[in-house]
């Protein structure tokens, strides 16, 4: 594999993990919200009323919908993507090294297996996660 086709392989593999961080940035968001939601995102919505009349409240958990809604109400859309800027640090250089580590991995096995096969993919992906786990990171 040539110099020119890593460094396509990296921009490719930045360019899609930067994508996807951003298009699932509000889902996280979200996710993250209701798993330390506070009593302010509960809401007390039904009543149930009884023989005599008198009406009982019962405390909703919120759900990703009502969560998402009470977020856009209170802190506007751009809350939404929250944390960005540090998530695109980490995924953008992961996904980049991880594309082009599958890349060459891959063009190495097919001259070993058939070449496109399942076990060349299977192979490919599992040696560019170990790759990309072990990384040596300067601390």
């Known amino acids: ?3 020119r086709d890593t460094l396509v392989h990296l921009f490719a593999g ?3 993990g ?3 961080a951003i298009l699932t940035c509000p889902l996280e968001v979200v996710k993250t919200r209701l798993q330390s939601s506070s009593v302010t995102l509960y809401i007390s919505e039904v009543q149930l009323n009884t023989m ?7 405390v909703v958990s919120p759900g990703p ?3 998402l809604k009470v977020i856009l109400e209170k802190e506007g859309p751009r809350s939404l993507f ?3 800027g540090p998530n695109l640090v980490g995924v953008a250089p992961s996904r980049a090294i991880y594309f082009a580590a599958y890349s060459n991995c891959k063009e190495k096995l097919n001259d070993v297996f058939d070449p496109d096969s399942t076990q060349v993919h ?3 992906a599992a040696m560019a996660g170990i790759y990309c786990t072990f990384l040596p990171r300067k601390e």
């Open 1 to 3: 594999m040539s110099q």
């Open 52 to 58: 005599a009349g008198a009406s009982v409240n019962r």
């Open 14 to 16: 930045g360019c899609g």
């Open 65 to 67: 919908l009502h969560c």
């Open 82 to 84: 929250r944390g960005l």
């Open 18 to 20: 930067t994508v996807g």
């Open 122 to 124: 299977m192979i490919s």
